[in-house]
């Protein structure tokens, strides 16, 4: 395989291969036909926090134990599960640390948009091929589902909601009957034990296309929350940060994290932390994420141009570059915020002079 | 030689309940020793666990003062209700050994509360948000009935190993000690002791503990106690004995069904929903499919209530926690209540009251403690009972109805609309009241005539006059008259007066849609407004400045109702008092202005009086006092001011040299006594004073204001910064 150094972003079975080589090996629990390791197991690989054979297990999420364990315990009871949820709450990075522990590998991928076709879902043709050959098994063109049914490994569904509403439908079938057929061939291929989807979608977002109930019905439904306290969301972003960045030395006061996740969360939610203030609210999504990836765009300026400490400098530069992104509609919101919120308190004034 | 067997319970568990009844078939004792207060005692003689329906709790209570009470709450999964009923069952004696209640109040006020439920603690300690759950996990592990409960003391006589207890414990298993010291002396064989588990450590001392020559006697009032209905809800609570318990449908489905108890409760759940979700059985076998695993994952050994929120958020509500907070109350506690027999209701008030409720088809009031409403027409007879049954319960401070403010708005009106709701607790009320009488109609009257006899005080009479009318107790009127007759001559306040008058005439106007013989009241009228009439001109120099406003609301509202020229000589009595104001009336207020115009309508002044009269007001008063007579003087429209060029013209006059401050500070007022006269009189007006004449031409509207209004107002709205 290519060097793995050179790679911008690594695969997980790779980048884990420690831990979940750890966790197979001390696994006693009851595993499903075709898992990896135990739902015992997965969810030690996706909390963390704990030393097994010698390995520490890393925290993946940190949130709510008992929304992992439901969405473990819908796929060992196979069901295909759905999480849902506003962007950057971490729907695709559960999904993909699922897939990683359960099926060994996150290779079975369908990236859904609204140029998503059936040919992707179930399979297409080489059409070279089948006009030489006429209709033959390797003229099939394999989906990642069909590969997945196969395997008997997870296959993850990115954006559902993206994907044209008659193409969702032909999701229908599949996950109740678990099979796809060729008519072509005269063919079915009926999924092997562990086959299982993970969808994720946003609703709320514009441009999709919302599941129709017979679809719902077909997954256990997860909400991906925001979290829901200050300082559960400043020790996401720290952990983060500490794991994400480049190892520039770059020091960043806590003081700094808590002022750009408080202004993300007051933004978000349209009120002061205190509750005591309404505020409006912008249209640009403010999500975790949002912060993280601000921060670290902190972070590098300060290592690269500054002085090696992120400062309201740098908060200054890059705050309104995460905010303002529909000029016309964030920007009201924003001066508002400044002006009402931003100015009002003693501690935030070097960020208000620099605004 | 007998045997004393010990079982600790956890009160109101399920997993006890099934537990204590697999033991006392086992066992088979021929005495039960129950953890209950002894004064309840008398009570567990009428109990038949197949004539009552639980919910129900044994109420104790202080008859001299019924805010004194505990309850004793009995689910069907209480083990209590399992003792109860195989003492029932097998015909032997059940005998209540804790503290009388009766002792418990002679030292304090309240029963205190329960501590902080142990076995909660222990649950939370082991990671479990179900106690239920905690207990199944840890506790039934084999199914050795003895092995369990033998388990169940060891564990807590660890808890309380180092543990200080409260003097009420410490008194309260010492009463327990020796009860089961004087069954051991007694002739049976088996006794078995139902305790909650935390006095076990205590009780066991049964064997060493000196028993005492004589049985200590212990202070305490005398209590009586009864059955009543109870609910879930209130089971909820927490109070009376035990802890509160925060899931009793749960706990019923448990108790029931055992191991399918998730299968049927989120069966129930599944209906609950339906009104707002497409839910199908798919999805509740899909629920009960997620709950195991969880279970599985998490190595529980039962699925508890983490489980089932979890399962049933993810895969009936899209992932969305909100159900838990819209139907928790119908999922979660339930609206279940309980029953018992009519003839345990020894009170015949209580019986009444159920008849009452029967014929008025609202017995589901009393099944489920759900709110309904009931609109009333008062010209069918069933409904004017009805009403005045509504009113006879609220005379008794009964909480069963409250009436929609709408209704009463429309005076006269044969239309009422009523909220109702029965809450079982409510039942001591009933018990309470029932010293006034066997039936709600006979309480309600004894309750209002006994006011009547104590009270001399004209406000309150005319307060039970309201009542006796809106309850449909006509045969009181006469008491009422007499009792009127004479306190009115003592009141010296012409407020209560008045506010009497006003209830009076009410009742004449309208007696006839609740009474069956119409109130003859004119006499009682006459005398009491010529009264007020005499009364009246004094009364205006002495008033307070906080009840003038009253006086003038009052005033009005009489005269609002003297227009109807129903009560011709009640109106030329208020007339006389006010030609007396306008004649000896020197101050220059609200009423002397209401006075001159009075007369003035009534024509009793010539021109020439009345000018002399409104050119002195114009030159001697200061601006507050000018405003106050205006405002007496507007009273009851503006019509004539069309006519009167001189006063439209002194009037003028009067405001344009008036102080901007002065003229801003009461504008608000102005603008309300000329706010409250119909428009076209106003317009008219309005029309007047820039033409200079009356308008002939109806249909002319709204003009520009004259120069000098206009100027008047810009340098006003200038001033204010508008």
């Not at chain 1, 898992?35 to 890393?58: A, C, D």
């Not at chain 2, 006011?451 to 309201?466: N, R």
């Amino acid at each position: 395989m290519t060097d793995t150094k050179n790679i911008l972003k690594q695969r997980l079975e790779d980048k884990y291969q420690d831990e979940l080589n750890a966790l197979i090996k001390t696994d006693s629990g009851w595993k499903p036909d075709n898992w990896k390791m135990s739902p015992q197991s997965v969810l030690q690989f996706i909390l963390g926090n704990v030393e097994v054979n010698g390995v520490t297990i890393s925290p993946k999420y940190i949130g709510h134990k008992n929304l992992v364990e439901t969405a473990i315990a819908t796929l060992a009871t196979q069901r295909a599960l759905l999480l849902t949820g506003m962007p950057g709450t971490a729907k695709t990075w559960l999904a993909e640390h699922l897939a990683v522990a359960i099926s060994g590998n996150t290779k079975h991928l369908i990236q859904g948009s609204s140029a998503t076709t059936e040919e992707d879902i179930l399979f297409g043709w080489n059409y070279a091929s089948l006009i030489a050959k006429g209709p033959h098994q390797e003229a099939l063109v394999e989906s990642a589902i069909y590969k997945s049914m196969q395997g008997g490994e997870i296959c993850r569904i990115e954006e559902l909601s993206r994907i044209p509403a008659m193409i969702q439908d032909n999701l229908l079938s599949l996950l109740s009957e678990k099979l796809i057929v060729v008519p072509e061939l005269d063919n079915e291929i009926r999924a092997h034990k562990g086959f299982n989807i993970i969808a994720t979608s946003n609703d709320k977002d514009k441009g999709t296309f919302p599941l129709s109930d017979a679809l719902k019905r077909r997954f256990n439904v997860i909400q991906m929350p925001f979290p829901s306290s200050l300082e559960e969301e400043v020790n996401i972003v720290r952990y983060k940060l500490d794991v994400e960045t480049l190892p520039l030395s770059v020091e960043i006061p806590v003081k700094e994290i808590e002022r750009v996740v408080q202004i993300f969360r007051e933004l978000r939610s349209g009120v002061t932390e205190d509750s005591h203030q309404k505020i409006n609210t912008t249209q640009s999504n403010l999500s975790t994420a949002e912060a993280i990836s601000t921060l670290e765009h902190c972070i590098y300026m300060a290592g690269f141009f500054g002085e090696g400490r992120v400062t309201a400098n740098e908060i200054a530069a890059t705050l309104p570059g995460a905010i303002l992104k529909d000029i016309e509609k964030d920007s009201k919101p924003w001066e508002e915020y400044k002006k009402l919120v931003i100015a009002k308190r003693p501690d935030w004034q070097d960020l208000k002079n620099l605004l | 030689m007998n045997e004393v067997k010990l079982l600790g319970i956890r009160h109101h568990g399920p997993g006890s309940a099934l537990r204590i009844q697999r033991m006392l078939d086992e066992y088979g004792p021929d005495i039960i020793l129950l953890e209950a207060p002894a004064d309840a005692q008398h009570i567990i003689a009428s109990f038949n666990p197949y004539e009552m329906t639980p919910p129900i709790a044994g109420l104790i209570y202080d008859p001299k003062d019924f805010q004194r009470a505990a309850y004793f709450p009995l689910a069907a999964f209480s083990p209590e209700w399992i003792a109860l009923k195989y003492s029932f069952d097998q015909k032997i004696p059940l005998r209540c050994i804790d503290l009388p209640i009766g002792a418990i109040l002679k030292q304090k006020n309240q029963r205190s509360r329960p501590k902080l439920n142990p076995f909660y603690q222990l649950a939370k300690i082991s990671g479990f948000n179900d106690v239920e759950q905690w207990w199944d996990h840890f506790l039934e592990t084999t199914t050795d009935s003895t092995a369990i409960f033998d388990h169940i003391a060891k564990l807590m006589r660890e808890l309380r190993k180092d543990a200080t207890e409260s003097s009420e414990t410490i008194q309260r298993e010492a009463f327990m000690v020796e009860q089961i010291q004087m069954a051991t002396g007694e002739d049976f064989k088996k006794i078995a002791v139902i305790c909650g588990a935390y006095h076990l450590p205590a009780l066991e001392n049964h064997k060493n503990a000196k028993p005492s020559k004589k049985s200590v006697r212990i202070k305490m009032i005398k209590t009586d106690a009864v059955w009543i209905p109870w609910s879930y809800r209130r089971m909820k609570q927490e109070n009376g004995y035990g802890a509160g318990i925060s899931n009793p449908t749960w706990y019923h489905a448990l108790f029931e069904h055992k191991e399918e108890a998730a299968m049927y409760w989120i069966t129930e759940c599944g209906k609950t929903l339906r009104a707002v979700k497409p839910l199908s059985t798919a999805h509740t076998i899909e629920t009960i499919n997620l709950a195991r695993g969880l279970k599985n994952l998490r190595n529980k050994s039962s699925i508890g209530i983490p489980e089932l929120e979890d399962a049933i958020t993810t895969v009936m509500y899209e992932g969305d926690p909100s159900w838990k907070e819209v139907f928790g109350d119908k999922i979660f506690t339930g609206h279940q209540t309980g029953s018992i027999p009519n003839d345990l209701f020894i009170l015949p008030l209580q019986l009444d009251f159920r008849k009452m409720l029967k014929s008025g088809r609202l017995s589901k009031l009393l099944e489920e403690p759900i709110p309904m409403n009931k609109t009333l027409d008062l010209r069918t007879s069933k409904h004017l009972l009805l009403s005045c049954f509504f009113y006879q319960t609220l005379t008794l401070e009964i909480p069963l109805a409250k009436i929609q403010d709408q209704s009463i708005s429309a005076l006269g009106n044969f239309k009422e609309i009523w909220d109702l709701q029965w809450d079982p607790v409510s039942e001591w009320i009933l018990i309470q009241v029932s010293s006034y009488g066997n039936t709600i109609e006979a309480a309600a009257r004894n309750k209002i005539t006994d006011a009547l006899t104590e009270t001399e005080i004209i406000d309150d009479v005319i307060d039970l006059l309201d009542q006796s009318f809106m309850c449909g107790f006509d045969d009181l009127l006469d008491i009422i008259k007499s009792k009127l007759l004479k306190s009115y001559i003592h009141t010296d306040s012409v407020l209560s007066l008045l506010k009497s008058v006003n209830t009076l005439i009410h009742v004449q106007s309208y007696g006839h849609i609740r009474w069956s013989k119409p109130p003859e009241l004119t006499g009682l009228l006459d005398r009491m407004i010529y009264k007020v009439s005499i009364m009246l001109p004094a009364a205006i120099y002495s008033i307070d400045e906080d009840e003038i406003e009253e006086l003038k609301q009052l005033i009005n509202q009489l005269y609002f109702t003297l227009q109807s020229g129903r009560f011709p000589h009640l109106s030329s009595y208020m007339d006389s008092a006010w030609l007396e104001i306008y004649n000896h009336h020197i101050e220059i207020d609200y009423f002397s202005g209401r006075a001159l115009r009075i007369c003035m309508d009534l024509g009793r002044l010539d021109r020439s009086e009345i000018e002399i009269k409104i050119s002195f007001v114009f030159q001697t008063s200061d601006a507050n006092q000018m405003l106050a007579w205006l405002e007496g003087l507007f009273s009851g429209g503006i019509l004539w001011l069309i006519y009167d060029d001189i006063f439209l013209s002194q009037l003028s006059e009067w405001m344009e040299n008036m102080d901007t401050e002065i003229f801003y500070e009461n504008l608000p007022m102005l603008r309300k006594t000329f706010g409250l006269t119909p428009e076209s009189d106003r317009s008219n007006l309005y029309y007047k004073i820039k033409h200079g004449h009356l308008n002939h031409d109806s249909s002319q509207s709204n003009d520009i204001a004259s120069p000098e209004v206009a100027e008047r107002v810009d340098s006003l709205m200038q001033h204010h910064g508008l």
